[in-house]
């Protein structure tokens, strides 16, 4: 059931939602602000703004939601495929005016880009600490020679200041739970890797690693490239 979706069309056709819940696997449930999937440039930080204008070449947005980023990169004049899981995103999407928008799962998909993008936390759809470590492994093949892989991650460390943490995962490692009008998806993973362990991690499958920018609030932007 794509409750996510629901409420983005709710909110897209009308201007008006109930409130999107986002269960967790370490706290209280918190309120998703929709309008936050519809954000211009001039209210993105500058930790997005910087991951934007170093995309290059054909570009693939992944997890690209309503496609607010992949309309910025058009706007540049950039080629760039915007794919989502979420079809009610993607109708949006297309309707929003992303010229090429598909409901694709990026675990399935071939076709070689120059960029790849990952946004608002997206790299955290590989779900755990060895998903990630595939993914870097996988994602290897639909890249052109020189290509880049960009996206923004965080450290939760901050989340454990005042409880353990957990002893038999990596403490990056959530899990999530939508909930709108009262309908309640499925729970699923997702990840934020701090800095340290990303570095180690693309050196182990590969990759040259860079943290392109640090907003001081535990977010970072990384750049990942291939060794030529």
Not at 39 to 61: I, N
Request: proline residues 2%.
């Amino acid at each position: 059931m794509d409750v996510f979706g629901k409420a983005l069309t709710d909110i897209y056709r009308t201007g008006e939602a109930d409130i999107l819940w986002l269960h967790n696997s370490y706290g209280e449930a918190e309120e998703m602000p929709l309008e936050f999937f519809f954000r211009d440039d001039e209210d993105m930080p500058v930790l997005e703004l910087q991951a934007l204008h170093m995309c290059s070449g054909k570009v693939l947005d992944i997890g690209a939601g309503v496609g607010s980023h992949a309309l910025l990169l058009q706007a540049f004049n950039i080629d760039v495929t915007a794919i989502d899981i979420s079809e009610a995103a993607v109708n949006i999407m297309k309707d929003r005016g992303v010229k090429k928008a598909l409901v694709q799962d990026i675990f399935t998909y071939q076709e070689k880009f120059d960029t790849i993008l990952m946004l608002m936390n997206g790299i955290g759809l590989t779900g755990t600490l060895s998903g990630f470590k595939d993914f870097l492994s996988k994602i290897k093949s639909l890249l052109n020679p020189g290509g880049q892989l960009i996206f923004d991650s965080s450290d939760i460390a901050y989340l454990y200041e005042d409880m353990p943490k957990p002893q038999n995962q990596y403490y990056g490692e959530v899990s999530y739970q939508y909930e709108y009008k009262g309908e309640k998806g499925n729970w699923f993973n997702w990840i934020y890797v701090d800095e340290e362990t990303i570095k180690s991690i693309a050196v182990e499958t590969g990759w040259h690693c860079e943290i392109i920018f640090d907003d001081g609030e535990d977010q970072y932007l990384v750049k990942l490239t291939l060794g030529q």
